[in-house]
């Protein structure tokens, strides 16, 4: 069965910190995107790691890619309050129209 | 270009009641797909169309029907709705370049009594 795990599912952290969130596929893949959602909002679309070693950055963001470890990981340097939010990663299954399987989130709270 | 809209924002049915979920996008994308979001569970394909006239269901299908006349809309029909079905839907189309990343509506928040 195929699975998007991502951990921790709840984040609490202070301002000025550094973390990670992680997100652990089960199957092979190529691509990976991470979204981000407000509350009450939709997705918004952060990042899209096509390759394996991927890296892409955004401000306090920074997403990568191991396609051999089927992770990626999603980076915040010194967080600020306005990055609290749910964090999405989304995995495409091989052969399939490019249909997409979800992580569960991570919700991320960021104390001032 | 106004993206992906959806209508309507709020909804509450009372069970066995039906209705439709409307969704369209300007973006001229082939690819459009409706997901339910749940607590806890991240997004689940409830039924997605690669374009006009063709459509196939997704993980949870059960309830729902899609049809897609044009390549603007694709709408999302309740049957006959249940308490299992109280969710926020999601419309989505996809950019048909190499990233294929996908699009997302506003959402409709479905309350089924």
């Not at chain 1, 991470?34 to 096509?50: A, H, I, M, N, T």
Request: proline fraction near 4%.
């Amino acid at each position: 069965e195929l699975k998007v795990e991502q951990n921790p599912l709840f984040l609490s952290m202070q301002e000025g910190k550094n973390y990670t969130i992680y997100c652990n596929y089960s199957t092979t893949s190529d691509r990976l995107y991470w979204y981000r959602q407000d509350p009450g909002k939709s997705l918004e679309s952060l990042f899209v790691l096509l390759s394996n070693g991927a890296v892409k950055q955004e401000g306090r963001l920074m997403a990568s890619l191991d396609t051999k470890a089927r992770l990626s990981t999603l980076h915040i340097t010194a967080a600020v309050h306005d990055l609290s939010a749910t964090y999405f990663c989304a995995v495409v299954i091989m052969d399939s129209n490019y249909q997409l399987i979800w992580g569960a989130g991570t919700k991320l709270i960021i104390k001032p | 270009n106004a993206g992906v809209t959806q209508t309507p924002k709020f909804q509450v049915l009372k069970t066995g009641q039906s209705m439709t979920l409307q969704c369209a996008q300007d973006m001229n994308h082939e690819y459009m797909s409706w997901y339910r979001q749940d607590p806890g569970m991240g997004l689940r394909l409830i039924h997605y169309s690669v374009g006009a006239g063709i459509t196939d269901q997704g993980e949870v299908p059960n309830g729902y029907n899609v049809s897609r006349s044009t390549t603007e809309d694709f709408p999302l029909r309740l049957l006959s709705a249940a308490p299992s079905q109280t969710s926020v839907y999601f419309c989505a189309s996809r950019s048909g370049t190499v990233s294929y990343e996908q699009y997302f509506g506003p959402g409709t928040r479905l309350t089924v009594t």
